[in-house]
């Protein structure tokens, strides 16, 4: 991690999406208060179509179920 990141300070979450075995997609995530989180990035690879949309909902259901909204 670089210096002066502070994820280790934070609740960051990340997540990624390998396409034979390469990361096509990647977002990073915390609470933001009790019912939201926020999404503070998400890329992917524009070549695969739908891959923004999937690496959200994937993220989403997967780490952060508990929260009613998400800023993105």
């Known amino acids: 991690m670089p210096a002066g990141?502070?994820?280790d300070r934070r609740s960051?979450?990340?997540?990624?999406?390998?396409i034979a075995?390469?990361?096509e997609a990647f977002?990073?995530?915390?609470?933001?208060?009790?019912?939201?989180i926020t999404i503070?990035?998400?890329?992917a690879n524009a070549a695969f179509h739908g891959l923004?949309?999937?690496?959200?909902?994937q993220f989403?259901?997967?780490e952060?179920?508990?929260y009613t909204y998400a800023n993105r």
Not at 12 to 18: D, N, P
Not at 27 to 36: A, I, Q, V
Request: hydrophobic share 35%; net charge negative; glycine share 12%.
């Open 27 to 36: 977002t990073l995530g915390e609470p933001l208060n009790d019912d939201t």
């Open 60 to 62: 989403l259901e997967h």
């Open 5 to 7: 990141c502070n994820l």
């Open 64 to 66: 952060w179920q508990g």
């Open 40 to 43: 503070h990035l998400e890329k």
């Open 12 to 18: 960051a979450v990340g997540g990624c999406i390998l």
């Open 52 to 57: 923004y949309q999937v690496v959200n909902q």
């Open 21 to 23: 075995g390469k990361v």
